[in-house]
């Protein structure tokens, strides 16, 4: 079984400019999740999908950060314009349903570093 | 507002002996704590979790162990092994499954 992908594996961007990180997840796994890793911490959860409807954004900083779950599949997260502050490794993950014992897949990440 | 903490930031154990990372949560709602594991350059794999209205869940060499009432959890490896050494992450869930994360605690088992 193939697990989550993301591309790309690192990007490196000057402040106020643009970026996007592309998730395919697991098979069949239904709902998707975004996290922010920032060094010496633990992941933070974005933003969560269901199929391809929001679940919970309470922590995305929308002035900015966007995401879209197209067709129920893959998912993009986009950054514009972005911060010094946004340096981080942005995880993404997949499980099959949302109930509390489903397991979260994790992808490799993406290291995002703003200059 | 930090609800999971880990409050060392590394632990240094020789092979053979045992493991034990800590984790103290403030928020009472939590029904579900999960220990994931990671190696650099790689993204966080499951490794053991427990519900809340157990107090000890054992899977191999892995055991977590649950303190409801002083909100603490543990996870114990036994006999630790080179290949173990990894950043450890407690997380806890909400209703809904939204995970929350502690810092982590970078293990190091020294052969």
């Known amino acids: ?33 975004w996290y922010q890793q920032i ?23 929308k002035d900015r950060f ?20 946004d340096s981080a490794v942005y995880l993404c993950a997949s499980s099959s349903g949302g109930a509390s014992t489903d397991t979260q897949y994790f992808g490799p990440g993406t290291r995002l570093t703003v200059l | 507002d930090q609800q999971v ?4 930031p590394s632990l240094s154990v020789q092979e053979g002996r045992i493991s034990i990372l800590n984790c103290d949560y403030t928020n009472s709602m939590f029904d579900y704590f999960l220990w994931y594991k990671k190696y650099p350059a790689e993204g966080p794999t499951f490794l053991i979790s427990i519900s809340s209205i157990k107090d000890k869940n054992e899977d191999g060499r892995f055991t977590v162990f649950l303190n409801k009432s002083a909100k603490h959890l543990s996870l114990h490896i036994v006999p630790s092994q080179p290949g173990d050494s990894a950043v450890y992450f407690c997380a806890a869930k909400k209703y809904g499954n939204k995970l929350v994360f502690g810092a982590g605690t970078i293990l190091r088992v020294k052969s």
């Open chain 1, 39 to 61: 060094l010496g911490q633990g992941p933070k959860l974005l933003i969560q999908f269901q199929n391809n409807g929001v679940v919970d954004d309470s922590q995305l900083p």
């Open chain 1, 1 to 33: 079984e193939a697990g989550v992908a993301q591309s790309p594996r690192y990007k490196i961007i000057e402040k106020r400019q643009s970026v996007a990180f592309w998730c395919n997840p697991i098979s069949g796994h239904a709902t998707l999740y």
């Open chain 1, 66 to 85: 966007s995401a879209e779950r197209l067709k129920g599949v893959d998912s993009t997260l986009k950054i514009q314009p972005a911060k010094l502050e």
């Open chain 2, 5 to 8: 903490k880990q409050n060392s």
